[in-house]
Antibody, heavy 123, light 108 residues
């Protein structure tokens, strides 16, 4: 089964951009859908968006539309989440999560998660 | 303010049965599947229930889910100390995933 390994913690200035990676270990991501979820300190889970690597199509949360871009590398082994115009409210742990094998529509939930990446936005 | 509504806390003693509710609307729970995730503090969430009442491989049958109309429930039977965690319900709503605010379960 493919495991997900995320990039390390980051500290960013307000107004700057962020790019977090999510690398597959033990296979490629082509047979899964990758979603991104974040969790602000002491708060609940918030869906950011998702991508179907096989088709390259991405969906985004309305709240973040225009600031977020989810993409894949050419080998379909690493997914990326970019967030621009960072604000203090974007301080959170960012998780990537994959669906079950072949579950492109994510009807079986987010089956396996990365370890999370702490992003701190502060001047 | 979360789209799905959960009680902020729940508790029980070892061996008890605990129910966590999740309330939504016709655009999410009322028209699509419900999912449940368990999150032990400072770790990644874990899928507990999918498609309203299905358990992934490895999830004990002490955990069960149900859905009726625009509400759903997670039942934990035979409560154990390791069940102490945060629990989140989730559903699709207009092509987006929405989560409940989470319920902190304390095992007394």
């Amino acid at each position: 089964q493919v495991q997900l390994v995320q990039s390390g913690a980051e500290v960013k200035k307000p107004g700057s951009s962020l790019k977090v990676s999510c690398k597959a270990s033990g296979g490629a991501l082509s047979d899964y859908t990758i979603n991104w979820v974040r969790q602000a300190p002491g708060q609940g889970l918030e869906w950011i968006g998702g991508i179907m690597p096989m088709f390259g199509t991405a969906k985004y949360a309305q709240k973040l539309q225009g600031r977020v871009t989810i993409s894949m590398d050419g080998s379909l082994s690493t997914a990326y989440m970019e967030l621009s115009s960072l604000r203090s409210e974007d301080t959170a742990v960012y998780f990537c999560a994959r669906t079950a094998y072949g579950d492109y529509a994510a009807r079986e939930g987010l089956a396996s998660w990365g370890q999370g990446t702490l992003v701190t936005v502060s001047s | 303010q979360s789209v799905l509504t959960q009680p902020p806390s729940a508790s029980g003693t070892p061996g008890q049965r605990v129910t966590i509710s999740c309330s939504g609307s016709s655009s999410n729970i009322g028209s699509d599947y419900v999912y449940w995730y368990q999150q032990v503090p400072r770790t990644a969430p874990k899928l507990l229930i999918y498609r309203n009442n299905q358990r992934p491989s490895g999830v004990p049958d002490r955990f069960s889910g149900s859905k009726s109309g625009t509400s759903a429930s997670l039942v934990i039977s035979g409560l154990r100390s390791e069940d102490e965690a945060d629990y989140y319900c989730a559903a699709w709503d207009d092509s987006q995933v929405v989560f409940g605010g989470g319920t902190k379960l304390t095992v007394l």
